[in-house]
């Protein structure tokens, strides 16, 4: 499967799974193998469905609390819950990508 893999293609295979894991693909249109090992980690349970609603719970409470008692300490917050997510999302992409590699090898 990544056997001589232009950048091209080793791009579309990122944004396949980055896809799938955030939710943004549907896993119809992806090859079997990438839409039963890769989960949606946005999904009701997973990784970072508990991070998410907590940034939206954050951004609903900027919208009813005076900005100038809040703000800030609400931002922090919802970048805080942001950076958490990025760093589950990296972390288990580099895990999925070493493990399709390792296979072939």
């Known amino acids: 499967m990544f056997d001589n893999l232009s950048e091209e293609e080793l791009n579309q295979y990122f944004e396949m799974i980055y896809g799938r894991m955030s939710g943004l693909s549907d896993p119809e249109t992806l090859p079997s193998a990438l ?3 890769v989960p949606d ?6 990784s970072c469905e ?3 609603a907590e940034i ?3 951004l609903e ?3 009813s609390t005076p ?3 809040t703000e800030d300490q609400t931002v922090v ?3 805080d819950a942001y950076e958490e997510i990025q760093r589950c999302l990296c972390r288990k992409a580099f895990a999925y990508g070493y493990r ?3 296979e072939k090898h």
């Open 35 to 37: 839409a039963e090992s």
């Open 41 to 46: 980690e946005f999904e009701a349970g997973a």
């Open 50 to 52: 508990k991070w998410y």
């Open 56 to 58: 939206v719970r954050n």
């Open 61 to 63: 409470s900027l919208k």
């Open 67 to 69: 900005a100038d008692l």
């Open 77 to 79: 917050k919802i970048m």
């Open 100 to 102: 399709l590699a390792a």
